[in-house]
């Protein structure tokens, strides 16, 4: 039985992170850990400022440095992205040692000439190429001032949006859903009925098919238009048809959203436009570019995919 080459690469992705989030935990948990802190290093002793070609260890002769360690530092996930380096640097220096090491045998057994380590170097290479040049194009685009344009334009002065606190059983037929709402009436809680019954999984075993709060544009048109229809703490008496079966909806309450301020939603726009820039800059190189698609080919070899909706899923309840 063969291991994928991913195994070894998730196996030891897996040991340095999980050797690194330990310490975040250390640094987080200050009664545990007392001499440990996150608090930022006296200026002095900060590896950010220090000379970056001083050597922290060697494997066979070979030398790990303070600028090394501030390189893979940026590799590093979220998670640590706020633990200071001095905290992470006894356990940074290990694994970069442990690397070494295997980097090192890895090269005697002249593994770099290997035609599958070619191909993926070749990859690597071309995807990092890739990112370097839409991030050269994308993060100018990406200001204070753009973000603001798109707030003032898609936010600011606009208003308020109505919320529906919705739960709802989806089922495949029309018979099902009236079975559904003559048991409601007769008593029957909505949570066990969805639980029981729902096809929509992601809301039914866990929330009783709770979506949260949801706002209209954010359902498929013929949910959105017969749940908003209704009132406050009241249930659909006829099923309600959309692409993906019939619903049984729950309407539990109202509530009208403020504007989000600037702060608020900094982030989600900034994320919008990194997407909008990326593809547009996409498009233009695919304008400039002679492509040619043996489609003949490609028919002959793509496998169609189970038939499913053309709209999007309802959405995850929000927390």
């Keep these: 039985m063969s291991i994928s080459k991913n195994t070894f690469r998730f196996a030891a992705g897996l040991l340095i992170t999980s050797s690194l989030f330990s310490a975040s935990v250390m640094a987080a948990e200050p009664e545990k850990q007392p001499a440990v802190t996150t608090a930022a290093p006296a200026a002095t002793n900060s590896l950010e400022t220090a000379d970056k070609s001083t050597v922290l260890a060697t494997v066979n002769g070979q030398n790990i440095t303070i ?19 001095g905290v992470l640097l006894p356990m940074m220096v290990d694994q970069m ?18 035609p599958d380590v070619q191909q993926q170097l070749k990859l690597a290479k071309a995807s990092i190429i890739q990112d370097a040049y ?8 990406v200001t204070p001032e753009a973000i603001k344009k798109f707030y003032d334009e898609n936010y600011a002065n606009k208003p308020p949006v109505k919320e529906a606190h919705i739960r709802h059983i989806l089922v495949k037929t029309q018979a099902e859903a009236e079975k559904i709402i003559k048991e409601l009436k007769a008593g029957k809680k909505f949570a066990d009925l969805a639980k029981a019954n729902s096809i929509d999984k992601a ?8 979506l949260g709060w949801v706002k209209a544009d954010e359902l498929v048109p013929d949910f959105s238009k017969a749940a908003f229809a209704m009132k406050a703490d009241t249930t659909s008496t006829t099923p309600v048809k959309s692409p993906f079966g019939y619903h049984v ?63 999007a899923p309802m959405p995850a309840p929000t927390k």
Excluded at 74 to 83: A, C, E, N, Y
Excluded at 97 to 114: F, G, T, Y
Excluded at 134 to 141: D, G, H, I, R, T
Excluded at 203 to 210: E, F, L, V, Y
């Design 67 to 85: 600028g090394d360690v501030l390189d893979a530092r940026k590799l590093l996930p979220p998670q640590l992205s706020q633990i200071p380096t």
């Design 97 to 114: 040692v442990d690397q070494k090491a295997v980097q090192q045998m890895a090269e005697k057994a002249n593994l770099e000439n290997n």
């Design 134 to 141: 839409l991030k050269a194009q994308v993060e100018p685009k």
């Design 203 to 210: 809301t039914a075993s866990q929330n009783g098919g709770d």
């Design 249 to 311: 909806i729950q309407v539990l309450a109202y509530k009208t959203a403020p504007v989000p301020t600037l702060e608020q939603v900094t982030p989600a726009i900034r994320q919008k436009l990194i997407q909008q820039n990326v593809r547009a800059v996409i498009d233009d190189t695919i304008k400039q570019s002679k492509i040619m698609k043996n489609d003949a080919v490609i028919k002959q070899y793509t496998i169609q995919p189970p038939s499913a909706p053309t709209q």
